[in-house]
């Protein structure tokens, strides 16, 4: 994960705020949730909590567990 994306995430939501559509934020972010202290872990919650975002799947996302967005 690089700062880049804690910077390009925030202005591509400000940029969408204009339209009327739903955001739906897919793919792997490739952020270990399940370590909950983890600076990363810790700012995108943050990030997504303030855009009232929230996860939907309730499953192992990886062969090896874990789920990457809750």
Do not use: K
């Not at 400000?14 to 490739?30: E, H």
């Not at 270990?32 to 810790?42: Q, S």
């Amino acid at each position: 994960m690089t700062g880049a994306f804690f910077t390009e995430l925030p202005d591509l939501r400000d940029r969408r705020s204009t339209f009327a559509d739903a955001l739906v934020l897919t793919g792997d972010v490739n952020i270990r949730l399940e370590r909950a202290t983890d600076p990363a872990t810790v700012e995108f919650l943050e990030l997504i909590a303030g855009y009232g975002l929230c996860q939907q799947v309730s499953c192992a996302t990886h062969d090896a567990g874990g789920i990457r967005w809750t």
